[in-house]
């Protein structure tokens, strides 16, 4: 595999969680270092942590805090939450000065330079400060969150794709770096459209609840949520090539079924264009559409969307996802040799393989492997 002459030290909290299993799935061998006590029966936990071996360590007991630098030396990379350990502290400057090679990656809600470097966060501060809450929810409600948190995940991804391109680097100085991930910047890379809005047009994004604006110079707005008959769909009408195809796809469709068209009936795709459309033009086009897809079921729109070379998609919840044909044919979903449990495989197929899960949640990291680490054999 990829990295599997890679040793990993994930001394994280939840906020790097998702890199240890990226980096894992990628053939690395992933050491999950644990206060003791730790909850291991949490599905969260259970998920991202999946593909790793794991240790207790009390970083404060002299002893424990040298087994940690025993694995540290063999180590290519450390994934590092600092104040994840019982308040033992773990200074990523430090253990980069002590190990040229070593690859330390640190995590932070906020980073570590600034004057926000000493804060404290969790997922909803990092939401809230990366500016993913001022966009969501209802134009006269309050910032939300989504329910299930993110923060953690796009900081975590982040931090793995640092980690991978400071090994690469490595090849070439025989240096490692100290790769440092704020959860708030990370977040800011969810944002999409936003930040270019106020850059190259000077207009704020605000909440819109199940719509877009800044998408015409008149200030109308556009439904990207709609109801259908078991659920949502995302859809929204576009201009340029792209979305001149889907709009034609769409009234196509709706005129094989013999769906009411209205003014869609009349419109020339070729020229139309969304920037410049008042707040009623976009009413009267997306009306019979509206009705149109509330006889829709989310899976024939995406069967139709595939056909058709139509821009959107279903609306899943996690149901939807676990009974995915394209997850199913591709056998995304996998077990750990001798475990019942069902996990999210890894992320790549790698020549035309899915590497498999090799350790169960809790797999524990013994003496005897360390022993076999500072051996090299590994």
């Known amino acids: 595999m990829l990295l599997s002459n890679v040793l990993v030290i994930d001394a994280t909290d939840r906020f790097g969680w998702l890199a240890g299993r990226v980096l894992a799935d990628l053939g690395a061998d992933v050491v999950k270092l644990d206060p003791p006590g730790t909850d291991r029966t949490r599905p969260q936990w259970r998920a991202f942590n999946v593909n790793k071996r794991v240790v207790d360590l009390d970083l404060r007991k002299p002893a424990d805090a040298a087994r940690f630098d025993d694995l540290v030396v063999m180590a290519d990379i450390c994934l590092v939450t600092p104040a994840s350990h019982g308040g033992a502290p773990l200074d990523p400057a430090a253990l980069r000065r002590c190990h040229p090679r070593l690859i330390v990656v640190t995590i932070t809600p906020f980073g570590s330079l600034g004057p926000r470097s000493a804060w404290k966060g969790t997922d909803i501060e990092a939401?809230?400060?990366?500016?993913?809450?001022?966009?969501?929810?209802?134009?006269?409600?309050?910032?939300?969150?989504?329910?299930?948190?993110?923060?953690?995940?796009?900081?975590?991804?982040?931090?793995?794709?640092?980690?991978?391109?400071?090994?690469?680097?490595?090849?070439?100085?025989?240096?490692?770096?100290?790769?440092?991930?704020?959860?708030?910047?990370?977040?800011?890379?969810?944002?999409?459209?936003?930040?270019?809005?106020?850059?190259?047009?000077?207009?704020?994004?605000?909440?819109?609840?199940?719509?877009?604006?800044?998408?015409?110079?008149?200030?109308?707005?556009?439904?990207?949520?709609?109801?259908?008959?078991?659920?949502?769909?995302?859809?929204?009408?576009?201009?340029?090539?792209?979305?001149?195809?889907?709009?034609?796809?769409?009234?196509?469709?709706?005129?094989?079924?013999?769906?009411?068209?209205?003014?869609?009936?009349?419109?020339?795709?070729?020229?139309?264009?969304?920037?410049?459309?008042?707040?009623?033009?976009?009413?009267?086009?997306?009306?019979?559409?509206?009705?149109?897809?509330?006889?829709?079921?989310?899976?024939?729109?995406?069967?139709?969307?595939?056909?058709?070379?139509?821009?959107?998609?279903?609306?899943?919840?996690?149901?939807?996802?676990?009974?995915?044909?394209?997850?199913?044919?591709?056998?995304?979903?996998?077990?750990?040799?001798g475990f019942a449990e069902t996990f999210c495989g890894a992320f790549a197929i790698i020549d035309g393989k899915r590497p498999p899960l090799r350790h169960a949640p809790g797999a524990p990291f013994t003496i005897a492997q360390e022993h076999d680490c500072k051996r090299g054999q590994t």
């Not at 704020?182 to 930040?195: E, F, G, R, Y």
């Not at 795709?269 to 149109?292: C, G, H, L, N, R």
């Not at 959107?312 to 995915?324: C, E, H, K, L, N």
């Open 127 to 337: 939401m809230a400060a990366g500016g993913a809450m001022a966009l969501a929810g209802e134009p006269d409600g309050v910032p939300v969150r989504v329910s299930e948190p993110q923060a953690y995940a796009w900081a975590g991804a982040q931090a793995a794709v640092g980690a991978l391109i400071a090994l690469f680097r490595r090849e070439a100085t025989g240096r490692g770096d100290l790769v440092d991930i704020s959860a708030q910047a990370s977040v800011v890379t969810a944002l999409s459209h936003a930040p270019a809005f106020v850059d190259l047009l000077g207009i704020e994004p605000t909440r819109a609840g199940a719509f877009m604006t800044g998408r015409s110079i008149k200030g109308a707005r556009y439904r990207v949520f709609w109801p259908c008959r078991d659920g949502y769909i995302n859809f929204i009408f576009y201009g340029g090539n792209a979305g001149r195809r889907t709009n034609e796809q769409l009234v196509g469709w709706m005129r094989e079924r013999g769906a009411e068209l209205g003014v869609l009936a009349a419109i020339d795709w070729k020229s139309w264009d969304p920037t410049k459309a008042d707040q009623a033009e976009v009413d009267a086009i997306e009306a019979p559409v509206m009705k149109f897809f509330a006889d829709v079921s989310k899976r024939e729109f995406l069967t139709e969307a595939h056909r058709r070379e139509m821009l959107g998609y279903p609306v899943s919840t996690v149901a939807d996802i676990a009974t995915d044909p394209q997850l199913e044919a591709r056998q995304f979903f996998d077990h750990v040799a």
